[in-house]
């Protein structure tokens, strides 16, 4: 059996971060996870085999500060593979969105994910063979209803598209596009997708299909409906599960 | 008409500040540097309002926005103030990249949103945003630049159809190399300054796209044809970026 590897995942206390951290700790990987949650809150939905660090990434540069803190108390000296997932979205007219609104997508959705990539740089170059991974969303190309989100989102896909040339032999840095996933995310922020919801990508294909693309390594890569009837179509999954 | 700029003392600010009373319109300059905004009040008298806001301080550009609501409403609104940090990505502080993203894309997202949002524009008015031609190609030893101005093309682009609604049009400048202290201070070591677009150069190209309400302006030969290869070979564009800026960076700047 492959070494345990030491993976972060923020924004692992819901949706595709949860799928993901269940399925790597399973794989028996030493994995932690971050959220905005109190660990008293977060009880009950995490595994015992999975380490639990609160984070919120409303406050991008303390939230980088706790995760680097924690991971080494846990005793990490290096990092395998970071997911950066964390992250929020708002539906609705742009011109409604407030300046509060604004501050808190830019802060958790750009600012946070590069300040910790900033701060896990270390722990990533430590380790021989280290991925990190940025979950963007297929709407970075512009969204006239996400217009914050959007713009968050094609800020991380710059980021990667830099950066990925900046650390090539050190860090395989990825960005990862998924399309419209049917989680809780859409809930969160008070819109309801309504029966579109029906056609959104499904979760666990989507995280299958993130674990899958983090082996390949290649970026930007994007996980929409064609890929999902590819999915469909490979003869593994009419066998599986 | 009125015009609003941020960043009006320097560079192509200032250059856009300059053409533009000497074509006659009321300008209201935006800057963090007092001296230089006294300095245009001294110049210009009556024809220019200047007011000093540190757009990276989330409390004075929302007085800013309260103060501005007192004006009549603006034709153009030029949110042009930028900053860059350029170096490895692990060598430059935290707050330095929390500071650039404030000012490259939180600041013109709530000064968009805010302005357009409580009809601080005309109707048949425009809002230019300032991206870069990174957008095309990638920029190692600057990506959370690279980063910010991405994060501004999109917002531009995605708030196009509700401003369109309302009358408003937008404008992204994806500008290449320009001759301002800025780029001065970013390029490597021995870069050829006169290969860079002069600011006031830039500014007629702003102008002209403003009037003739085009949605992009990729300046000049360079930003043309960079963004067609941008297109064509994402990764051999950056990896050509690499090449030509990040192996020559000399000092960290930020
Ligand atoms: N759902 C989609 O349609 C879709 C499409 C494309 C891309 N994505 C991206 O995929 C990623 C995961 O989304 P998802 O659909 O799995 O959403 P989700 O179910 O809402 O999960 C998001 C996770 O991020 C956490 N989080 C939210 N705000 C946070 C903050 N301020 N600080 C720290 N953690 C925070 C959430 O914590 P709580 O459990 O406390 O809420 C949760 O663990 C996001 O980056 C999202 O933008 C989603």
């Known amino acids: ?241 | 008409m009125r015009v609003l700029i941020t960043g009006a003392v320097e560079g192509l600010g200032r250059a856009l500040c300059d053409q533009l009373l000497g074509n006659g319109h009321f300008v209201t300059a935006i800057d963090y540097n007092n001296e230089g905004l006294a300095e245009l009040d001294q110049i210009w008298g009556d024809k220019i309002s200047t007011i000093a806001a540190d757009l990276s301080d989330r409390a004075e550009l929302l007085n800013l926005l309260e103060k501005l609501k007192t004006d009549p409403p603006f034709d153009w609104v030029i949110l042009n103030a930028g900053i860059s940090a350029t170096g490895r990505f692990e060598d430059i502080p935290a707050n330095a990249y929390q500071k650039l993203l404030r000012i490259n894309t939180e600041a013109p997202m709530i000064m968009a949103a805010g302005l357009a949002g409580s009809n601080m524009i005309n109707k048949g008015g425009s809002i230019a945003f300032i991206s870069s031609l990174s957008h095309a190609t990638g920029y190692p030893g600057a990506s959370v630049y690279c980063a910010s101005k991405d994060a501004i093309s999109a917002y531009a682009k995605s708030i196009r159809p509700a401003c369109a609604k309302i009358g408003l049009h937008i404008l992204t400048v994806y500008p290449g190399p320009v001759r301002t202290n800025h780029a001065e201070r970013h390029a490597p070591k021995g870069a050829d300054a006169s290969k860079r677009m002069a600011p006031e150069v830039l500014a007629a190209h702003i102008v002209t796209a403003l009037k003739g309400k085009k949605c992009r302006l990729y300046p000049g030969g360079v930003a043309k044809l960079s963004r067609v290869l941008g297109k064509l070979a994402p990764n051999t564009m950056s990896r050509l970026m690499r090449k030509i800026i990040y192996e020559k960076l000399g000092t960290t700047r930020f």
């Open chain 1, 1 to 241: 059996m492959a070494e345990p590897r030491n993976i972060l995942i923020t924004g692992g206390t819901d949706g595709i971060g949860l799928k993901l951290a269940y399925t790597y700790a399973n794989g028996g990987n030493n994995v932690v996870v971050t959220g905005r949650r109190s660990a008293e809150d977060v009880k009950g939905l995490l595994a015992v085999n999975i380490t639990y660090i609160k984070a919120d990434q409303a406050a991008p540069d303390e939230a980088a500060n706790a995760i680097i803190r924690a991971l080494a108390k846990l005793g990490w000296h290096h990092c395998d593979l970071a997911i950066l997932n964390a992250g929020n979205g708002k539906a609705g007219d742009p011109l409604a969105e407030n300046s509060r609104d604004l501050i808190n997508r830019i802060d958790v959705n750009l600012t946070a994910p590069i300040l910790i990539s900033h701060a896990l740089e270390e722990l990533l170059m430590a380790s021989a063979n280290s991925k990190l991974v940025l979950i963007g969303s297929t709407s970075h190309r512009g969204a006239s209803n996400f217009a914050s989100y959007a713009a968050s989102k094609a800020g991380l896909n710059g980021f990667a598209r830099s950066l990925r040339e900046e650390w090539r032999g050190r860090v395989n840095v990825q960005i990862i596009h998924p399309g419209p996933i049917a989680t809780n995310m859409h809930d969160k922020a008070g819109f309801d997708p309504g029966i579109i919801k029906r056609i959104f990508l499904n979760p666990d294909f989507v995280a299958r299909t993130i674990i899958r693309k983090i082996k390949k390594g290649r970026s930007p890569t994007s996980i929409s409906f064609a890929a999902r009837i590819i999915d469909y179509l490979t003869l593994r999954n009419w066998f599986s599960s």
